[in-house]
């Protein structure tokens, strides 16, 4: 006779920060690639890690031994962890197998990262966030089996401690529809029929996990919830209806929660889930409503996410309250209160951001105040609304004390916004633009350039850390600042590459310097988010009406351009990646605060070009990113999304040129909208697709410049100079040749120097051999 199930806990969040609230474990895992901390002292570090967030998951009243507390920790990344842990290791890794065939985290890192020759698994975005994913690949020969006791091991550390953890995974469905196929798959080969073996692989983890102890386990199934990916939401829920028929008629597992974040799941896949031997569906009800009542549902738990895992504002808990009473009516057996999605998308605590307007600070929750949020409104599901009436009541001043605060609503942006006309909005065409540029600039087929950052190297943070520390007068960081932008402009000037970049050394991250100097933002201290990997950054919080009271580039871009005679590009962060990188506020619409930014960087690039500066780029890499995952809602985003940007780049010149970068996206879903961005050059991420963009540029009729870059930067390799030249073959034969620029994928930012300057000689060398092949002055 079968057990009966745990019941499900009142109140959960979906998954916690797993970066650490200091960054421990970006420190960890950077010493052991350095090989200052071996396997065990990283293991060891880890472990204190998720020993230290179930301490402070408890103290913030989750339950210790009811499984609302997630164990969501990841060494790099979820989709990895959860591919090999199945077995799903490319086969230029299969030599970093450990000696009985399992897969640990040497393979892990090499997948990850790459390795000599090997290249890295492709990264891209996690749908509409700024999380970068690692796709798996997977293809007819791919060989499932469970691979590694990762999963279970975490679940009986905690166990060991009294704790009762609800392990989370990326659910098969997700896991195959965000694949990619391999190399040596046949043409048109779809991962998702792999879906049975995937399936069999995953019966066998949910039985270690109960093993191990646990008594709920969580699947991530964010593909139920958009329309973007090949399979279509048709296709994805019948594989859902599979999928959890067959692990749920398992007996031998923990009980099932399946989340499905991001967006409003599918009426299909609703349905799907509804109707599968499952325990608990969890819900977005912050990005989607409350689905119609369906057959199924009399037997689970609903997990209603009212509290939103993925902006910083503290949020309307009566409203919140309204979406649960609602959610009560569908017929479950129970329901419960959660976050929206995991919050590795939050930083961990405003408690300690002592540099904030105190003010704003009651605006805010971090990941442990909307860990405090759920805990409240799972008291008023247990005792009564009235229980929590106090928080109800100090969440509403909350809201309505931010809407009546200066700058929230500024008099002098508001009438700019609202006289906007056509004419604002457009430039000359394309190829008159072209022809003046051509006889302004002078330069070479195949001209060579960088995105814009170089190394941001341990002087550079130390010297910025003792500017802000009040230890370094202003001039002396001027002056550091300066010799440094030397140094760059002169090892541009002797690699031989064509339009220069002054480096940013002045810059602390692409969004937050320009939050900085311009109103309506407010910037962290500790803020940090997980990007990828290792990497973190601090989105900045846009709050208010937002323009610029003083130029920000233009001194820099002035004395760089002064120390070559080759031309220097101006360097802006677009308003749509400004947005997409900052949390922004959530009362009024987007396109109203984008247009706002535009023209405050309108007014950056009219002082730039005033200044002699000839190139100015405004990069948007996360044009794609913002994407709304349901297609109804799509052209409107990319209505305002384009017309932002040429707002911000249409007051210049015709023979001034306008570059934009765009990296980590589909660029086939968005090629149109790149189009009408009317950039004069866009450099696209390439390299470590292998060019797939290529194709759907060449396909789309793309007539203005492109770089599709040639040298992957998030990766440590150093690309040979046949590596690159075969990529920038590819780009030649596709593209008009007068068209192809040689560059990068991203900016130089996160690499070292060595590999730096080698991996830009081979580019600068491989684009003189491209030139010679065609015949063109090297």
């Not at 810059?507 to 988010?529: I, P």
């Not at 997409?580 to 247009?595: G, H, I, K, P, Y």
């Not at 130089?748 to 991996?759: C, F, M, P």
Request: glycine letters at 8%; charged letters at 25%; a negative charge.
């Amino acid at each position: 006779m079968t057990a009966p199930r745990p019941s499900f806990p009142s109140g959960t969040i979906l998954g916690y920060p797993r970066i650490g609230p200091n960054r421990e474990l970006k420190r960890a895992v950077e010493a052991h690639w350095s090989g200052t901390l071996d396997a065990t002292g990283l293991e060891e570090a880890a472990s204190r890690l998720r020993r230290a967030t179930r301490e402070r998951l408890i103290a913030l009243g989750l339950g210790g031994t009811d499984s609302s507390i997630p164990e969501s920790f990841s060494f790099y990344d979820q989709v990895l962890d959860a591919a090999l842990s199945v077995g799903a290791l490319p086969e230029r890794f299969a030599h970093r197998r450990e000696p009985d065939g399992t897969i640990g985290s040497a393979a892990m890192f090499a997948a990850a990262r790459g390795e000599g020759d090997a290249a890295p698994l492709e990264m891209t975005k996690w749908f509409d966030t700024n999380y970068h994913y690692l796709v798996p690949e997977i293809g007819p020969e791919t060989v499932f089996a469970l691979s590694n006791d990762r999963f279970a091991r975490q679940v009986a550390e905690a166990k060991a401690d009294g704790v009762s953890v609800r392990p989370v995974l990326v659910g098969p469905v997700t896991l195959l529809a965000l694949a990619k196929a391999t190399d040596a798959a046949p043409a048109g080969f779809d991962p998702l029929t792999r879906l049975g073996d995937v399936v069999a692989a995953y019966r066998d983890l949910l039985r270690a996990l109960r093993a191990a102890g646990a008594e709920w386990v969580q699947l991530d199934e964010p593909a139920l919830v958009s329309e973007s990916l090949p399979a279509g939401p048709g296709a994805l829920a019948a594989a859902a209806d599979r999928a959890y028929a067959e692990l749920g008629g398992h007996a031998d597992r923990p009980a099932i929660l399946v989340s499905a974040g991001y967006a409003q799941l599918s009426p299909e896949g609703w349905r799907a889930l509804a109707a599968a031997p499952i325990e608990a569906i969890a819900l977005d009800l912050t990005r989607g409503d409350v689905p119609e009542q369906v057959a199924g549902l009399e037997g689970k738990t609903l997990v209603g996410g009212v509290i939103d895992g993925r902006n910083i504002w503290r949020g309307d808990l009566d409203l919140a309250w309204q979406k649960l009473e609602r959610l009560s009516a569908r017929g479950a057996a129970s329901i419960a209160v959660g976050t929206s999605t995991s919050l590795q998308h939050v930083p961990h605590d405003v408690s300690g951001e002592t540099d904030l307007d105190p003010r704003l600070v009651t605006w805010l929750a971090f990941a442990d105040q909307k860990t405090e949020q759920v805990v409240t409104l799972a008291r008023g599901l247990r005792d009564g609304r009235d229980a929590i009436a106090l928080e109800l009541a100090a969440a509403a001043a909350a809201l309505a004390d931010r809407a009546s605060a200066p700058g929230v609503h500024d008099g002098a942006v508001r009438p700019r916004t609202a006289s906007l006309a056509a004419a604002d909005f457009a430039r000359t065409d394309y190829e008159t633009r072209a022809q003046a540029q051509d006889a302004a600039l002078g330069l070479p087929v195949l001209p060579t350039t960088t995105i814009g950052s170089f190394p941001q190297t341990g002087d550079i943070r130390r010297a910025r850390a003792r500017f802000s520390r009040g230890e370094l007068a202003a001039d002396q960081y001027d002056s550091f600042l300066r010799d440094e932008i030397a140094r760059v402009v002169a090892l541009q000037e002797d690699l031989g590459l064509d339009v220069l970049v002054h480096g940013e050394a002045e810059r602390n991250d692409m969004v937050q310097y320009f939050a900085e100097n311009l109103d309506g933002f407010a910037v962290t201290r500790n803020g940090w988010v997980q990007s990828y990997g290792s990497r973190a950054t601090r989105p900045s919080i846009l709050w208010g009406d937002v323009s610029r009271p003083a130029p920000i580039t233009v001194g820099w871009s002035t004395y760089a351009q002064s120390l070559t005679d080759k031309p220097m590009k101006g360097m802006l962060t677009g308003p749509v990646t400004i947005l997409a990188w900052s949390f922004v506020r959530d009362d009024q619409a987007l396109a109203e605060t984008a247009n706002q930014v535009a023209l405050a960087l309108r007014d950056e690039l009219a002082d730039l070009e005033a200044a002699g500066i000839g190139v100015i780029q405004v990069d948007e890499p996360a044009l794609r990113e913002l994407l709304p995952l349901k297609r109804a809602d799509q052209p409107a985003y990319l209505a305002w999304s384009v017309d932002s940007f040429r707002l911000a780049t249409s007051g210049v010149s015709p023979q001034t040129q306008v570059h934009t970068h765009l990296c980590y996206s589909e660029f086939d879903v968005v090629i149109d909208a790149i189009a009408a961005l009317d950039a004069d050059v866009t450099s696209i991420e390439a390299a470590r697709s292998r060019g797939e963009v290529i194709g759907d540029i060449a396909r789309s009729g793309f007539a203005a410049g492109v770089g599709p870059g040639v040298y992957d930067i998030h990766s440590p390799r150093v690309p040979s100079v046949d590596e690159v030249g075969a990529l920038l073959d590819r780009a030649v034969a596709d593209l008009p040749l007068r068209r192809v620029w040689v560059n990068p994928d991203c900016g130089l930012k996160t690499r070292g120097y060595d590999e730096t300057v080698a991996s830009l000689r081979n580019l600068v060398t491989a684009a003189r051999a491209g030139r010679e092949k065609v015949g063109a002055p090297v």
